[in-house]
């Protein structure tokens, strides 16, 4: 008997289950960088970047979500999600070489109801998917190498607000950040009804519904991240 992962729905259940972690994970990483913006407010943000008795004291609510990422429990829980997350991206360039190769063209992955195909990011997936791992990788040197990579290796992690303000303060890094969000948005937007049509969640009344959900989804994470870096320019740039 053929595996089952070698028909349509095997490969496209991989997809949702991996996308399933890359939610998880962007509304983990979304929420702690909020406290950064919540520090700005209450004064914090400026007083704890300049002052390295409070940083270490974890004086800041921002720096009191990285210590979190810094427990047990999130430190063998984030490099999962992770994984999740590259499973994600490295399977979607799979099952785009694939179609390319089957059917003699492009073509996305997943094709599930008229209104996927009529969708631009349904049929652009794969772009946005490139898109999003190339700044992703970007990212990484500017963030988790100087941080999570840092105490992982026994070494003291960097500054957090500083790392936020030397990152957003140059205007073209920011819009740089500024056009992954976009790409993020809309590959959230249909992966995830996407992921829940994958498993069976597809008919007219729930469909609509997961549309809606996702679109709200991933506005939410993505207007998170905007919040995140335009502040933190602001805060490098002395406008606020």
Same mark, same amino acid.
């Given at each position: 008997?053929?595996?089952?992962?070698?028909?349509?729905?095997?490969?496209?259940?991989?997809?949702?289950?991996?996308?399933?972690?890359?939610?998880?994970?962007?509304?983990?990483?979304?929420?702690?960088?909020?406290?950064?913006?919540?520090?700005?407010?209450?004064?914090?943000?400026?007083?704890?970047?300049?002052?390295?008795?409070?940083?270490?004291?974890?004086?800041?609510?921002?720096?009191?979500?990285?210590?979190?990422?810094?427990?047990?429990?999130?430190?063998?829980?984030?490099?999962?999600?992770?994984?999740?997350?590259?499973?994600?991206?490295?399977?979607?360039?799979?099952?785009?070489?694939?179609?390319?190769?089957?059917?003699?063209?492009?073509?996305?992955?997943?094709?599930?109801?008229?209104?996927?195909?009529?969708?631009?990011?349904?049929?652009? *997936?794969?772009?946005?998917?490139?898109?999003?791992?190339?700044? &992703?990788? /970007? @990212? $990484?040197? %500017?963030?988790?190498?100087? =941080?999570?990579?840092?105490?992982?290796?026994?070494?003291?992690?960097?500054?957090?607000?500083?790392?936020?303000?030397?990152?957003?303060?140059?205007?073209? *890094?920011?819009?740089?950040?500024?056009?992954?969000?976009?790409? &993020?948005? /809309? @590959? $959230?937007? %249909?992966?995830?009804?996407? =992921?829940?049509?994958?498993?069976?969640?597809?008919?007219?009344?729930?469909?609509?519904?997961?549309?809606?959900?996702?679109?709200?989804?991933?506005?939410?994470?993505?207007?998170?991240?905007?919040?995140?870096?335009?502040?933190?320019?602001?805060?490098?740039?002395?406008?606020?």
């Amino acid at each position: 008997m053929a595996n089952a992962f070698h028909y349509s729905i095997g490969k496209k259940l991989i997809q949702a289950i991996s996308g399933a972690f890359l939610v998880i994970f962007l509304l983990l990483h979304v929420t702690i960088n909020l406290f950064s913006v919540i520090d700005t407010f209450t004064g914090k943000f400026g007083v704890v970047a300049a002052d390295q008795k409070l940083f270490s004291a974890g004086d800041g609510l921002f720096q009191l979500g990285c210590d979190f990422m810094s427990t047990p429990v999130i430190t063998i829980l984030v490099p999962v999600l992770a994984l999740g997350f590259f499973i994600h991206i490295l399977y979607g360039c799979y099952l785009t070489w694939y179609n390319i190769w089957a059917r003699g063209g492009y073509k996305r992955y997943g094709a599930g109801s008229r209104a996927a195909v009529d969708s631009w990011s349904s049929k652009n *997936m794969f772009v946005l998917g490139i898109v999003v791992l190339g700044i &992703l990788f /970007f @990212h $990484l040197t %500017h963030f988790w190498a100087k =941080m999570q990579l840092r105490e992982f290796m026994g070494s003291e992690a960097e500054n957090p607000y500083l790392l936020l303000t030397a990152t957003f303060g140059r205007w073209w *890094m920011t819009l740089i950040y500024l056009i992954w969000f976009v790409a &993020l948005w /809309f @590959h $959230l937007c %249909h992966g995830f009804w996407s =992921m829940f049509q994958t498993v069976g969640w597809n008919n007219q009344v729930w469909f609509k519904r997961l549309k809606v959900i996702g679109v709200v989804v991933a506005t939410l994470i993505c207007l998170g991240f905007v919040v995140i870096a335009v502040n933190a320019f602001l805060q490098a740039n002395a406008l606020i």
